[in-house]
Nanobody, 117 residues
Framework: QVQLVESGGGLVQPGGSLRLSCVVS????????MYWVRQAPGKGLEWVSG????????YYADAVKGQFTISRDNAKKTLYLQMNSLKSQDTAVYYC??????????WGQGTQVTVSS
């Protein structure tokens, strides 16, 4: 069955870094655009970053541009999000999302990132 399993979240101090991973199975990873989406406490879903099928093109929300880096390893079927200079505003549950031409869409269960001193 389809699985997207995020990991790497946790508690980090402001200014710190975390690297999120999303390991997928059950579908052809290299055919899907991949995204990171987050949900802060009491707020709606916020798109964070996206990457095309071969990793050659990446996209970022203005709020994280220059701070986060998305990447993927198609051989390992894994999506990454390197998060640097973390701020309290980055506190959220981070989800990975797989999309195939807007027709098929899968979500992970999310990983909590808390930025606090």
């Amino acid at each position: 069955q389809v699985q997207l399993v995020e990991s790497g979240g946790g508690l980090v101090q402001p200014g710190g870094s975390l690297r999120l991973s999303c390991v997928v199975s059950g579908f052809t990873f290299n055919r899907y655009w991949m995204y990171w989406v987050r949900q802060a406490p009491g707020k709606g879903l916020e798109w964070v970053s996206g990457i095309n099928t071969d990793g050659g093109s990446t996209y970022y929300a203005d709020a994280v541009k220059g701070q986060f880096t998305i990447s993927r390893d198609n051989a390992k079927k894994t999506l990454y999000l390197q998060m640097n200079s973390l701020k309290s505003q980055d506190t959220a549950v981070y989800y990975c999302n797989a999309d195939l031409h807007g027709v098929v869409n899968y979500w992970g269960q999310g990983t909590q990132v808390t930025v606090s001193s």
